[in-house]
């Protein structure tokens, strides 16, 4: 599981731990619900773009590498992390 650091999710102006919509949305789209995966694709795409453009330095590395990311999702090879704190 992939977990960004808080000092890190500061800096790009993201939650540390996802919304329950965004929860929500996930577990929507694995269950078919193209809807809401577009929705959580658009919501998230730009920032996705611009830390893989950060890492990458390359604008077709960075839309590459932006799709796997979405896939990942898609795929039920990532699962966002749960707030133990609920």
């Known amino acids: 599981m992939i977990r960004i650091p808080a000092t890190f999710a500061r800096f790009l102006s993201i ?45 077709r590395e960075a839309e590459v590498m932006t799709q796997e990311t979405f896939c990942s999702v898609a795929n039920q090879s990532w699962s966002p992390p749960v707030n133990q704190g609920n």
């Open 15 to 59: 939650p540390k731990i996802p919304t329950q919509t965004d929860r929500y949305l996930v577990r929507q789209a694995r269950q078919g619900n193209a809807e809401a995966y577009g929705e959580w694709v658009h919501k998230y795409q730009s920032l996705v773009f611009n830390v893989c453009y950060r890492l990458m330095g390359e604008q």
